[in-house]
């Protein structure tokens, strides 16, 4: 599975999914809002290999606006991984020291090594700063 993201202004991107070569799904977002959350789920799930977190189950075919909502019944254990990739994303961001990571995701039934979140740190780094240089119009590819 193909996730493009496409830099539409300042402040909105599309993103875009495509399967066997096909377009399958596409929304426009808010940039501050949703870019580095879903850059963050990329990161979290490719690394620790999940299936069934959001992009996992887009891959199984589910549309994104299916697993939008706090009380949807299809994303209970995407809530799960949610939390994991929220304090990911806090560390990322400077909001959360390290130490607060792992008392932060103890309700959840991953183990994340220390080596294991600093290459998902690392990596949404890499991908933020090559976002933070495209051009309006450009576009960021991941593989899924």
């Not at 070569?21 to 501050?32: H, Y």
């Not at 939008?68 to 939390?83: D, F, M, P, V, Y």
């Not at 929220?86 to 390290?98: C, F, I």
């Given at each position: 599975?193909?996730?493009?993201?496409?830099?539409?202004?300042?402040?909105?991107?599309?993103?875009?999914?495509?399967?066997?070569?096909k377009?399958?799904?596409?929304?426009?977002?808010?940039?501050?809002?949703?870019?580095?959350?879903?850059?963050?789920?990329?990161?979290?799930?490719?690394?620790?290999?999940?299936?069934e977190?959001?992009?996992?189950?887009?891959?199984?075919?589910?549309?994104?606006?299916?697993?939008?909502?706090?009380?949807?019944?299809?994303?209970?254990?995407?809530?799960?991984?949610?939390?994991?990739?929220?304090?990911?994303?806090?560390?990322?961001?400077?909001?959360?020291?390290?130490?607060?990571?792992?008392?932060?995701?103890?309700?959840?039934?991953?183990?994340?090594?220390?080596?294991?979140?600093?290459?998902?740190?690392?990596?949404?780094?890499?991908?933020?700063?090559?976002?933070?240089?495209?051009?309006?119009?450009?576009?960021?590819?991941?593989?899924?």
């Amino acid at each position: 599975m193909k996730i493009v993201f496409t830099k539409n202004n300042p402040s909105t991107h599309t993103v875009s999914v495509f399967k066997d070569g096909k377009k399958f799904d596409e929304v426009m977002l808010d940039t501050k809002t949703y870019f580095l959350h879903d850059l963050s789920h990329y990161c979290v799930e490719t690394e620790l290999r999940f299936t069934e977190g959001f992009w996992g189950m887009i891959a199984q075919g589910y549309k994104m606006e299916q697993l939008a909502g706090k009380t949807n019944e299809l994303t209970s254990e995407l809530r799960q991984i949610e939390r994991l990739v929220g304090a990911t994303q806090s560390v990322y961001s400077g909001y959360m020291p390290l130490e607060l990571f792992y008392e932060n995701i103890k309700a959840v039934n991953y183990s994340v090594s220390a080596d294991v979140l600093e290459n998902v740190i690392k990596e949404i780094q890499a991908f933020m700063n090559e976002w933070n240089y495209l051009a309006v119009g450009q576009r960021l590819e991941l593989e899924f």
